[in-house]
């Protein structure tokens, strides 16, 4: 099962790409990028753990549109 391409969340259209060696620039297995309503999910995790991570930053695309305040103590 792969990801979807893009996502809506709301009004806003996310695309979704793959990204190589996320967690080597970032120190992350995903980035939700609201301002270029992107979210990158690291390319070279395993099957499973890139649909826990599109979950997670699904729940971050969430929160900004519910305009929520984010812990970053996650």
Do not use: F
Not at 11 to 20: F, G, W
Not at 45 to 62: F, G, I, K, V
């Amino acid at each position: 099962m792969s990801l979807p391409k893009s996502v809506q969340v709301g009004p806003v259209q996310y695309t979704v790409k793959m990204a190589a060696h996320l967690g080597a620039t970032h120190d992350e297995n995903g980035v939700t990028n609201t301002w270029a309503a992107t979210i990158d999910i690291g390319a070279d995790l395993h099957p499973d753990q890139q649909r826990l991570t599109m979950l997670h930053e699904l729940c971050h695309a969430c929160w900004n549109c519910a305009h929520e305040p984010e812990k970053h103590d996650e």
